[in-house]
Nanobody
Framework: VQLQASGGGLVQPGGSLRLSCAVS????????MSWYRQAPGQEREWVAR???????DYGDSVKGRFTISRDLARNTLYLQMNSLKPEDTAVYFC?????????WGQGTLVTVSS
């Protein structure tokens, strides 16, 4: 299984970005898929999760601003990020869990700055 994240970039505070995570193979067999982020000098932080049945969950710092979704036909995971703040600046990673195995993609950098 390979995961390829994309969509990062430079955005002004208050702006929006949509991250994508393309998955090799079907996303239907995953127990859950998530986004994590890691800011410079900080520990990795969980951002959002979508379970196999479609239920979603969010970290407190992004609740109400970010939306996780997936397109089963395209085998792609998304993270819509609105009302971005400078503290959202980080490398964002997508992950997937199948059984007891976690798969991680490479990160995509999001920079929120004026």
């Amino acid at each position: 299984v390979q995961l390829q994240a994309s969509g990062g970039g430079l955005v002004q505070p208050g702006g929006s970005l949509r991250l994508s995570c393309a998955v090799s193979g079907s996303t239907r067999n995953f127990k859950s898929m998530s986004w994590y982020r890691q800011a410079p000098g900080q520990e990795r932080e969980w951002v959002a999760r979508i379970y196999g049945g479609g239920t979603t969950d969010y970290g407190d710092s992004v609740k109400g601003r970010f939306t996780i979704s997936r397109d089963l036909a395209r085998n792609t995971l998304y993270l819509q990020m609105n009302s971005l703040k400078p503290e959202d600046t980080a490398v964002y990673f997508c992950t997937a869990v199948r059984g007891i195995t976690s798969f991680w993609g490479q990160g995509t950098l999001v920079t929120v700055s004026s």
